[in-house]
């Protein structure tokens, strides 16, 4: 969880918010580690966290958006769930910043489950366009780009 005090102005920034707000009640599923997956409250806002992840042989980062249910099976987040925006750290070797997605955004982009939509357990994100992406991933990167915030090193 160390990473989100390095952005955490640029985040108060984008939501609006006072500087004096801290992150508090955090949450960890049992699996953490590989995703930093959490959940916290800034200022009445639910915000689900998760660390994006390069893979060796794919553009972009990848990241799980999944938790599990009553049974212990994972299933896409829900717009019948209790958070506000997912956020998605991004600290690759060329850029550092976050994807910060509403929760509208996340059905319109079919990412959560609806009423009109399955939604997804992971996902690629790209926050630089790259010379080899594919027409999907080019259709992502576009679709995306308005909800990435870059964060200045320190």
């Not at 990473?3 to 955490?8: A, K």
């Not at 990241?63 to 925006?85: K, L």
């Not at 939604?119 to 080019?138: C, H, I, L, S």
């Amino acid at each position: 969880m160390a990473s989100i005090p390095s952005f955490l102005k640029t985040l108060q920034g984008v939501l609006n918010i006072s500087t004096q707000a801290i992150p508090c009640d955090f949450k960890f599923p049992r699996e953490t580690s590989e995703y930093n997956a959490c959940s916290f409250t800034l200022e009445n806002k639910n915000i689900i966290y998760r660390k994006a992840k390069l893979t060796p042989k794919k553009v972009g980062l990848f990241v799980a958006i999944w938790e599990r249910d009553e049974d212990g099976q994972t299933r896409p987040y829900s717009n019948d769930d209790d958070f506000d925006f997912l956020l998605i750290d991004i600290d690759s070797p060329s850029i550092k910043g976050f994807f910060l997605y509403p929760k509208n955004t996340l059905i319109e982009l079919n990412i959560i489950s609806s009423e009109q939509t399955q939604g997804k357990r992971g996902m690629r994100v790209y926050p630089t366009a790259e010379d080899n992406m594919n027409k999907q991933a080019t259709k992502t990167y576009k679709s995306h780009l308005p909800y990435f915030h870059t964060v200045e090193n320190n």
